[in-house]
C-alpha cells in the first residue's frame, strides 16, 4: 500500500495550492481519507476529512479556505486551500482509513492505517 502526496510549495499569505494524494495497493473506495498536517513542536493535526461515501469533515481553523475532494475512480484525494496564511505552515500529510460505515471519519491519528511521506506547506507573510 502506498500513499503518495504531491502539490507542496511556497506561497505568499492569501495564494492558493492544492495537494494531492495518490493511493495504489488499496481499494480506495473502501476508505475514509485525511489530510493531517504537523508544524515543528507541535502535534499532528486532522485539517480534513471525507468519509468513503462523500461526507466532509473540517478542522475550524480551516472551514470555508479549505476544500477536500476524491476521486475514487482516480484513487486520488485533493485538498484545496485557499485564502493561505502563515499560521498553516506545516508538512501536511494524506492518510486512510479503513471505513467502519459509509459516513465514517476520524480525527484520530491512531485510526489511520495508512500515511502519505509528507509534503511541505510554507506560507510567507
Known amino acids: 500500500v502506498q500513499l503518495q502526496a504531491s502539490g507542496g510549495g511556497l506561497v505568499q499569505a492569501g495564494g492558493s495550492l492544492r495537494l494531492s494524494c495518490a493511493a495504489s495497493?488499496?481499494?480506495?473506495?473502501?476508505?475514509?481519507v485525511g489530510w493531517f498536517r504537523q508544524a515543528p513542536g507541535k502535534e499532528r493535526e486532522l485539517v480534513a476529512a471525507i468519509s468513503s461515501g462523500g461526507s466532509t469533515y473540517y478542522a475550524d481553523s480551516v472551514k470555508g479556505r479549505f476544500t477536500i475532494s476524491r476521486d475514487n475512480a482516480k484513487n486520488t484525494m485533493y485538498l484545496q486551500m485557499n485564502s493561505l496564511k502563515p499560521e498553516d505552515t506545516a508538512v501536511y500529510y494524506c492518510a486512510a482509513a479503513a471505513a467502519r460505515s459509509y459516513f465514517y471519519v476520524s480525527s484520530l491519528v491512531t485510526d489511520y492505517d495508512y500515511w502519505g511521506q509528507g509534503t511541505q506547506v510554507t506560507v510567507s507573510s
Open positions: 495497493g488499496v481499494t480506495f473506495s473502501n476508505y475514509a
